[in-house]
């Protein structure tokens, strides 16, 4: 199984700042024939279900804010919120795609407080 | 709008089979274009992938589960049902149905991809 490792585990950031949470993979997730990377980005706030945010490491979900940005590839990822809102307060997990044949795997997941 | 409604027994006794059913409403279950599966969440820990069925049957299951799960569909009612055999305590969770598109295929199957579509869940505990 591909291992998904998220740092930190959690994180407090003030309104307005940057925030940077960061997933490595146990092997590479760049698929070399499409040159494109499994790896999806998800964000769950309390008592809510996940939500997809960014796939492809940097494809921003229809209606997801541009705050949020996806950047990485091979086994080293990051998911960004330039400007953080209080509504961003969530936990947020990283998942990889790429194993063959398919099992899914998430990052254990890093907590954003404000 | 595409919904999933999770459904079944709250309690679970050890031991005994965890029945869930997944009501898919403003799509089919039936399209080609996606797979349909099951992740759970253990309360206050991470999400696992439990294991996805094409409207065709095919699955695919997590390794650590296999010997224990079945996923069917039922095309006709819209509807994915997930059924866990000898659940003890470890299983005891928030069980979540999924949508991810089919992806890529080749002459083995379909490799899918993220997931986009959650439902809200259910918490299933194990129990006596």
């Known amino acids: 199984d591909i291992v998904m490792t998220q740092s930190p585990d959690s994180l407090s950031v003030s309104l307005g700042e940057r925030a940077t949470i960061n997933c490595k993979s146990s092997?590479?997730?760049?698929?070399?024939?499409?040159?494109?990377?499994?790896l999806a980005w998800y964000q769950q706030k309390p008592g809510q279900p996940p939500k997809l945010l960014i796939y492809?490491?940097?494809i921003r979900e229809s209606g997801v804010p541009d705050r949020f940005s996806g950047s990485g590839s091979g086994t080293d990822f990051a998911l960004t919120i330039s400007s953080l809102q209080a509504e961003d307060v969530a936990v947020y997990y990283c998942q990889q795609y790429y194993d063959n044949p398919p099992m899914y795997t998430f990052g254990q997941g890093t907590k954003l407080e404000i | 709008q595409l919904q999933l409604q999770e459904s079944g027994p709250g309690l679970v006794k050890p031991s005994e089979t965890l029945s869930l059913t997944c009501t898919v409403s403003g799509g089919s279950i039936s399209s080609s274009l996606y797979y349909w599966g099951w992740i759970r969440q253990p309360p206050g820990k991470g999400l696992e992938w439990i294991g996805s069925i094409y409207y065709s049957g095919s699955t695919y299951y997590s390794p650590s589960l296999k010997s224990r799960v079945t996923l069917s569909v039922d095309t006709s009612d819209n509807q994915l049902s997930l059924k866990l055999s000898s659940v003890t305590a470890a299983d005891t969770a928030v069980y979540y149905c999924?949508?991810?598109?089919?992806?890529?295929?080749?002459?083995?199957?379909?490799?899918?991809?993220?997931?986009?579509?959650w439902g809200q869940g259910t918490l299933v505990s194990v129990s006596s």
């Open positions: 492809w490491a940097s």
């Open positions: 092997h590479s997730v760049l698929y070399s024939s499409n040159n494109k990377n499994y």
């Open positions: 999924v949508r991810h598109p089919a992806g890529y295929y080749d002459s083995i199957g379909y490799y899918p991809y993220y997931f986009d579509y």
